[in-house]
């Protein structure tokens, strides 16, 4: 009897414990959260009425956009995209725009109706996820609100949007392969750091590489391996090719990060890397440190994945304000690569990001 | 005699590790000899360097093998791990990174001396230490429940230290502790392991802390009794596992110079669990081997790099992890100890018996 007595007690008090530790850790977790990002709905919100009461007083010169996107801090990619479409769709430039932030689609759907109901003209979304859009696209279409996507594409019919303007990684892959192909080197042997397994960068990236390697003869791929786009994994990697002694020539990473950690490896083995150097050092994303990189000729080549959408939706919206559809539904972005014997300092203020 | 002696050795906490480290050294040494070749280079500084599988074992393993030390310690006295220390690490090389570059991401020059950026991180990993150690002394929180708060915060707070910039350290010197001092070819990593030893070897042989906390682990109650804080030793514990965050820190940081507040040091709380109980200490607190479990660490690291070696997919590793702790949880439970021991007794047994029908 004391035994059942005394368990019961102690299962009682165990519980409040776990009670206890569970609202610990939801309050410094929320608070943390509140801390590190902004308050994007406090902000999102008081912007757009005052938006709205500023257009409301002003004369309907301006066209009325509505702009959703992730939150800038997400990333650098994030920083710079932001950064572009907030210096296109200004006063200056014919616009009134109202920009809402949040890496939640609920949260960017609530938005996405308010900005409906405060009638814009059109709507800029990029879409933290690509299911549930399909309702409010329908009332924006009755609303007669025009939708366009950057960035992200969406499931959902295509009737429900004018456009969408985005990255093609698998070109990305291409365009860097086919510069590798132009060094004409007689022989081609590469260590192929991949980003994380199944994604869409990962897979354009990956898959142009892995075509060229089963048709030429002379491309060898010496070693294949995904280091989830982690700097440390990726030094480890090379590191682990250099003490098997293999020969390699090539360093083909999917990000700059993973560049920067093989580079590392390449660095403490005594290694030569970059142009007219024993490794060739292949990069993406265009970071502003990792263009320096090329600029400075430690590396050779950085693939861009393009940040700047906001000068094809202006003429997107220029030629729906004319009275022309666009071309085509998807609109696949220019994207560059960069060489290191011709980046130019006004290549890395231009295009670097972060 | 013979069989006591094997008993002896068999029943060593440290049999265990060795034995896992005796059987992928003989597995590298059948497939690839040449695994163990260690040749002397120069690196692109024109400085002489080592290099080969065993200097990258012992280079890379040298951030797990100090939070081991801090890891063995919390875990005896509290009987539970702290699953922060990755995130911690995100937050101190913040912190350093934040003295070292001040406003500026991309300063000329450094801001701070290194050593004053050094003592801040060391500062901070203690204060990250101190709160762990309340929740878990004080308020009786469970250790993994208690350190799942910086587990899930720490890499936001890491981030927001530096504004989420990348800052990058511009001097040459910084990358000496994650890589060489010019003129030695060890890496400085493993002198930083053993200074982090030496250290650690002194305290225990020097003040109680050890036996204090193993009284701790073991029963609380009745080392109260006895006079021992348990509170007080508790903390300390997990302000030493901060401090040696705060080392292991410097080496991540130091290796590229620069950090990702989402991946630096990711998962290394799992491993450093781990080389805690490669070392055939008990995860549920009470008495512990240091020693062991830095031999854990590098263990684990072998395995790593062996695994790297044979070209298995770095998002498999995990997998193979797994095996081994499966294989140890399960040699290490009670029940598989008794039935194997009843199995000895049993074949004795019919052995003699044999004898006796013949």
């Given at each position: 009897m004391k035994k059942a007595i005394a368990l019961t007690m102690a299962s009682v008090v165990a519980l409040s414990l776990a009670g206890c530790s569970s609202k610990e850790t939801t309050k410094a977790t929320t608070a943390a959260a509140t801390t590190a990002a902004p308050t994007t709905t406090q902000a999102e919100t008081t912007e757009a009425s005052k938006e709205t009461e500023a257009t409301k007083t002003e004369s309907s010169g301006l066209i009325k956009v509505g702009i959703i996107n992730n939150d800038p801090n997400e990333s650098g990619y994030r920083t710079a995209n932001d950064a572009d479409l907030k210096a296109m769709f200004t006063k200056e430039n014919g616009y009134d725009a109202s920009f809402a932030y949040s890496l939640k689609n609920d949260e960017q759907i609530q938005a996405a109706q308010t900005f409906i109901q405060n009638e814009v003209d059109y709507l800029l979304l990029s879409a933290a996820d690509t299911a549930g859009w399909d309702t409010v696209l329908q009332d924006a279409q009755a609303a007669g609100v025009k939708v366009i996507l950057f960035d992200r594409t969406i499931?959902?019919?295509?009737?429900?949007?004018?456009a969408s303007i985005v990255s093609d990684m698998k070109k990305e892959g291409q365009t860097a392969v086919d510069w590798l192909a132009s060094q004409n080197l007689t022989e081609y042997n590469v260590i192929h750091i991949q980003g994380v397994m199944g994604s869409a960068a990962q897979q354009g990236r990956s898959g142009a590489l892995d075509t060229k390697a089963n048709a030429e003869s002379n491309w060898t791929i010496v070693k294949q391996q995904?280091?989830?786009?982690?700097a440390e994994k990726a030094q480890q990697i090379v590191q682990s090719v250099i003490d098997s002694g293999a020969s390699f020539n090539v360093i083909y990473a999917e990000n700059d990060d993973m560049a920067k950690g093989a580079v590392a490896a390449l660095d403490a083995a005594g290694i030569s890397h970059g142009v007219g150097k024993d490794v060739i050092v292949m990069g993406f994303d265009c970071n502003k440190w990792a263009l320096e990189e090329l600029l400075a000729k430690n590396w050779n080549y950085d693939g861009q994945c393009n940040p700047f959408q906001a000068s094809y939706i202006d003429s997107i919206i220029k030629d729906l304000e004319a009275g022309k559809a666009p071309a085509e539904k998807t609109i696949i972005m220019e994207e560059k690569g960069f060489d290191a014997s011709t980046i130019t300092q006004d290549d890395v203020n231009k295009y670097g990001i972060g | 005699m013979n069989k006591s002696l094997l008993k002896k050795i068999t029943s060593n906490q440290l049999f265990i590790p060795l034995l896992a480290l005796f059987l992928l050294a003989i597995i590298n040494l059948i497939v690839d000899p040449s695994f163990f070749k260690v040749t002397l280079g120069t690196n692109n500084e024109g400085n002489p360097v080592l290099s080969g599988y065993l200097i990258t074992i012992l280079d890379y393993g040298s951030e797990l093998a100090i939070l081991a030390i801090g890891m063995t310690l919390v875990t005896s006295a509290s009987g539970g791990q702290d699953i922060s220390v990755g995130a911690t690490i995100a937050i101190t090389g913040s912190a350093m990174l934040r003295v070292l570059c001040g406003s500026n991401t991309r300063p000329e020059q450094l801001a701070a001396p290194i050593i004053v950026a050094f003592l801040v991180a060391c500062i901070v990993g203690m204060l990250c230490g101190a709160f762990n150690g309340a929740l878990v002394s004080i308020f009786k929180i469970q250790p993994m429940i208690a350190t799942l708060i910086l587990f899930t915060a720490g890499r936001s707070i890491a981030a927001w230290i530096n504004n989420n910039e990348l800052p990058i350290v511009p001097d040459p010197k910084f990358k000496y502790f994650g890589g060489f001092i010019p003129g030695i070819p060890i890496p400085t990593t493993v002198f930083i392991v053993i200074i982090c030893v030496i250290v650690t070897a002194l305290i225990l042989k020097f003040t109680n802390l050890g036996l204090y906390t193993q009284s701790v682990g073991i029963n609380e109650k009745s080392s109260r009794l006895n006079g021992i804080n348990p509170t007080m030793i508790k903390m300390l514990a997990f302000i030493f596992l901060g401090l040696c965050v705060a080392v292991a820190s410097l080496i991540k940081v130091s290796r590229l110079a620069t950090i990702n507040y989402s991946v630096i040091a990711k998962d290394i709380e799992m491993d450093a669990i781990l080389a805690v109980a490669l070392g055939g200490?008990?995860?549920?607190?009470?008495k512990f081997n240091i020693w062991a479990s830095v031999l854990g660490a590098y263990i684990i690291q072998f395995l790593t790099t062996t695994l790297y070696k044979f070209n298995v997919q770095s998002d498999a590793l995990a997998a193979y992890k797994a095996v081994v702790v499966i294989l140890l949880v399960v040699f290490s439970a009670p029940k598989v100890r008794e039935s194997l021991s009843r199995l000895k007794t049993k074949k004795a047994l019919k052995a003699v018996n044999k004898g006796e029908t013949k």
């Open positions: 499931d959902a019919d295509p009737s429900l949007y004018e995904t280091a989830e786009w982690n | 200490n008990s995860l549920s607190g009470g």
